[in-house]
């Protein structure tokens, strides 16, 4: 097992943490411990602690939800003395393999959360970061407004010392600063969302209004809500990868991840309370994240959900399948290039053709091997993030709205959970229930447009866009996706 002692024998070819990690103290607290986060947050902090004077950044993890899965989770990190290993490959196959150390703790916090309030009220925390998933902030996509009528919520409000969820945590640990005299932390958004640092700052603000008003006037004077855009192919590791993984490495590690070898953190430097040196780890701070992110989040987000939905109807299962087959490269390009590129805003020196053709390359790394089942997953949230600006942008211009249609027409079919070949998958759509995913295999095939994920432009007039939907679905029952896709 991969534990602190390891570190005094590893094999050469891995890179070990280049400081004492007895010398590391918490600055940051991070809710959801995600592969995501443990090869780009983790990743980037690592290399800060090697620098002098950043010893004071390091991480504890904090896992929300309890369970067998969640308990076993964090004994493993437990266990691993909360080291393990990162794995980056690039797309010819060459490989890079080191320890993260910058994770000096793991709290899980149904089993005490005590524990981690009394962190998030430590004076030595002063960051507390998230990644929770792009539904995971409780916004209202029709309002815009936090949701209070969520049952977590409401027990939440009910019973705000003893809270379950992350706005309970975050506001109940303000809470504690505030009377104790201890200056606020950063809440720093680590997830794909435009604009992540303003849906934090009207999540955690919506939940404490509705607790304390003054609270709530407290947290918008004194904490921090930095936007960033956030950018690592991860991909889920099942057992067969770990002991892929563990057998390439020669590690026994149970929580290992893999990456791709790219990274990208654009950052606003708006800390209430001090950050770690991330620019020397190659971290870009930038005044407006927003142009970033509509590149990130408009150019490769949205098409891979769109590869994703059409890959696995075609009966794919991998990512650097959708791109090897020349009609979807085709279709995606076209995506890009007619649709996506020309409405973007870009920030100064970004060249969305480069970008373009990058992304072609990391959607081929086979190493990588990102399955369409995790693309595809929480689809329901990640359209509207993902298509939004899109389809209200081309709604207003009256551009051609034909491969949007098709990509909204695959992703609703896609939910049926049957590719072409006649075998079937699970979409993981967690926040669709059963009747819900019924209407995606409806007769009438305008049902499904009634789902959440379309709300993003539900006020607009859709009804060109709606027709098109429902042929492209028709076309794609009686002639397959191939012989369907737009010219
Ligand atoms: C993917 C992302 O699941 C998805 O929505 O598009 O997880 C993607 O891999 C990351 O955003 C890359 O940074």
């Known amino acids: 097992m991969l534990k602190e002692t390891t570190l005094n024998h590893l094999p050469t070819n891995i ?12 600055g940051i607290v991070h809710f959801g411990v995600g592969n995501f986060f443990r090869a780009h947050e983790a990743w980037y902090v690592d290399q800060c602690l090697t620098l002098p004077g950043q010893s004071g950044w390091g991480i504890v993890g904090v896992g929300l939800n309890g369970g067998s899965r969640g308990a076993a989770k964090a004994r493993a990190f437990q266990q691993q003395d909360g080291l393990y290993s990162l794995t980056e490959v690039a797309a010819d196959g060459a490989r890079t393999v080191s320890i993260i150390g910058a994770l000096r703790e793991y709290l899980l916090a149904p089993a005490d959360p005590e524990a981690v309030l009394r962190r998030l009220a430590d004076p030595e925390t002063r960051i507390v970061s998230m990644t929770i998933t792009e539904g995971g902030y409780n916004i209202d996509e029709k309002t815009g407004e936090f949701r209070l009528d969520t049952p977590a919520v409401q027990a939440d409000l009910a019973n705000p010392r003893r ?12 809470r504690r600063r505030r009377e104790a005299g201890v200056p606020a932390f950063t809440v720093m958004s680590c997830d794909n969302l435009r604009s992540n640092g303003h849906i934090a700052h009207t999540a955690f603000v919506g939940y404490a209004r509705a607790l304390a008003p ?3 006037a407290w947290i918008e004077a004194n904490v921090t809500f930095p936007c960033s855009m956030v950018d690592r192919i991860t991909p889920g590791v099942d057992t067969a990868t770990r002991n892929a993984l563990n057998e390439a490495s020669g590690l026994d590690d149970d929580l290992p991840v893999l990456a791709e070898d790219f990274s990208q953190w654009v950052l606003e430097d708006k800390f209430c309370n001090g950050r770690p040196a991330l620019e020397k780890a190659g971290v870009q701070f930038v005044d407006d994240v927003a142009g970033y992110e ?3 989040v408009r150019m490769l ?21 959708t791109v090897e087959d020349a009609d979807l490269e085709r279709f995606a390009n076209a995506y890009w290039t007619l649709d996506a590129i020309p409405q973007i805003d870009a920030p100064a020196g970004v060249d ?18 990102d399955t369409l089942l995790r693309i595809c997953s929480d689809g329901a949230s990640k359209v509207q993030v993902f298509w939004t600006d899109t389809v209200r942008r081309s709604l207003t211009s009256g551009h051609d709205l034909e491969r949007i249609a098709f990509g909204i027409a695959a992703y609703l079919e896609m939910l049926r959970g049957r590719d072409e070949r006649g075998e079937t998958y699970s979409p993981i759509e967690p926040t669709l229930d059963a009747d819900q995913i019924a209407l995606a295999a409806a007769d009438d095939l305008a049902a499904g447009l009634a789902l959440p994920a ?13 027709a098109a939907v429902v042929r492209a679905r028709r076309a794609i029952r009686d002639q397959g996706v191939r012989a369907s896709l737009p010219r």
Request: a negative charge.
């Open 15 to 26: 890179r070990a943490p280049q400081y004492r990690r007895e010398d590391v103290s918490v």
């Open 301 to 321: 987000n949205a098409s891979h959900i769109l590869l994703g939905a059409l890959g696995l109807l075609l009966g794919y299962r991998y990512a650097h399948e």
């Open 352 to 369: 969305l053709d480069a970008y373009r053709q990058r992304l072609l390359s990391r959607f081929s790394n086979r190493a990588v091997a």
């Open 163 to 174: 809270p379950a969820t992350v706005f309970g945590y975050v506001v109940e640990g303000l």
């Open 214 to 216: 003054d609270l709530a």
């Open 454 to 466: 379309f709300d993003g432009w539900r006020d607009m007039d859709t009804t060109e866009l709606d």
């Open 294 to 296: 509509q590149v990130k």
